[in-house]
């Protein structure tokens, strides 16, 4: 598959602090890679780095078709849509004013700016504030017009940087399903954000990072298959003895409860012998088996690493 976007051994020091610790990640084409971690993890320093606002000490980054940190060149910049975390429209301009002008900033004439613009403030059903001031406007409805503005010249590449900051969960899932609908139309997506569960049901790989490092690198099916530890719930026949499985290799965090037990999995045995050897011993009613969000396997990893968290893990 196609790469979009590269960086290599990107590193960035203020002070004495390595904020961004010599990561190195690629972005395919078409799909919705996730830059995951805490926050002040140095997530939105790597992505200044990539849009040329912040220069790297160290590294390079590489856009395909553009060469070696070529994000200054005006067409290439014309190709991304960058969402920043700390929002970049004019408060005293209306709604209409910045869409248009950012887009003629893009190459998008003034005419077709403003068609596309109306178009994408009716289907977020604003299209009664777009000759409001921005200030007016409230904070998801700003986040909107922000959103439309990174997306209205139709970029190749789309950076995301905590869209989801702000939102209520109603929204939270309009701009979700507006994600998959720009990787359903070529776009690629790198989507930087805290909430792992969110960001898990976009991307189909991730880079995880915390205090600046790596912390896992992939796709997510892989990464979830790597640290198979499966969250077990199980209903059975009251009566009936469960202990057998506190001495089961790779059963951990047994919690049993009038026919109802929970565990955590990762042993030798694969998934059906386990299942076979419950089923044998029990009069199972119904059993539920999960693989673990990434939040937990994010925090499993660090801790065994002998790390810390920068800031709590959302």
């Known amino acids: 598959m196609e790469v979009i976007l590269k960086v290599n051994d990107l590193f960035k020091k203020f002070g004495e602090k390595a904020v961004v610790d010599n990561i190195s990640f690629e972005v395919k084409k078409g799909q919705i890679m996730g830059l995951l971690g805490p926050n002040g993890a140095g997530k939105t320093t790597a992505i200044r780095m990539i849009m040329g ?5 160290a590294g390079e980054i590489i856009f395909n078709g553009g060469g070696k940190n070529s994000f200054g060149n005006h067409i290439l910049k014309n190709r991304i849509g960058y969402l920043p975390e700390e929002r970049g429209l ?8 910045n869409l248009t002008y950012l887009a003629d900033l893009k190459g998008v004439s003034l005419a077709e700016g403003r068609k596309k613009a109306l178009h994408w403030l009716e289907r977020f059903e604003i299209e009664d504030y777009a000759n409001q001031k921005l200030e007016k406007l409230s904070k998801g409805m700003q ?3 922000q959103f439309i503005a990174t997306v209205l010249h139709q970029p190749d590449l789309v950076l995301l940087d905590e869209p989801f900051s702000g939102l209520d969960p109603v929204n ?11 990787k359903d139309k070529g776009a690629t997506v790198l989507l930087s954000a805290h909430q792992m569960n969110l960001v898990e049901e976009l991307c189909q790989s991730i880079f995880m990072i915390n205090r600046g490092k790596r912390v896992l690198y992939g796709p997510i099916d892989k990464i979830k298959e790597e640290h198979g530890v499966y969250s077990v719930e199980i209903y059975y026949q009251r009566q009936e003895d469960i202990t057998f499985l506190e001495s089961k290799q790779g059963v951990s965090d047994l919690k049993v409860d009038s026919g109802r037990a929970f565990f955590r999995y990762r042993g030798g045995q694969s998934l059906n012998e386990m299942l076979q050897c419950i089923t044998s011993r029990l009069t199972v009613k119904e059993i539920y088996m999960k693989k673990p969000p990434l939040h937990d396997i994010f925090v499993q990893t660090v801790l065994e690493r002998g790390d810390s968290f920068e800031e709590e893990v959302v």
């Open 143 to 145: 986040q909107k017009v």
């Open 90 to 97: 004019y408060d005293e301009a209306r709604g209409l004013e």
């Open 172 to 182: 939270q899932d309009v701009f979700k399903e507006l994600i998959k609908e720009l």
């Open 53 to 57: 606002i912040l220069s790297p000490d």
